[in-house]
């Protein structure tokens, strides 16, 4: 059994989506609690603690495909994802998202909301 078939396909798709939310209140719980320490408002620290969160998540899904993969073969899951399913198992995982650039900027965005917030008085 190949492991470039469909079905492994919508396997570790199934599997990054059942991870998704986990992982999101795993690495945002950081975030919302010191934005709290700082007195932000609420809608602002879900807002940074999501946008802190999403680079970290990524990382790991796209190592969870790297991992069933390999480096070599993860690029036709994602061509798969994007081009033969972008409305289903592709929705949330675009290209972009698993470039290192792209995870970083979240990262460093979400970091400048807590100054920002905090010297805002938001």
Request: charged share 10%.
């Amino acid at each position: 059994m190949s492991e470039l078939t469909e079905s492994n396909y919508k396997r570790i798709s199934i599997i990054n989506w059942l991870l998704t939310v986990p992982m999101m209140v795993l690495f945002a719980w950081p975030y919302f609690y010191g934005a709290g320490l700082l007195g932000l408002d609420v809608f602002v620290r879900y807002a940074g603690a999501f946008i802190f969160a999403v680079p970290f998540m990524l990382t790991i899904l796209h190592g969870h495909v790297t991992m069933a993969l390999g480096s070599v073969h993860r690029h036709h899951y994602y061509d798969w994802m994007n081009n033969d399913k972008p409305l289903t198992y592709g929705l949330f995982f675009h290209p972009n998202f698993v470039k290192t650039r792209f995870r970083l900027i979240l990262l460093m965005v979400s970091l400048l909301i807590l100054p920002v917030g905090y010297l805002l008085g938001i």
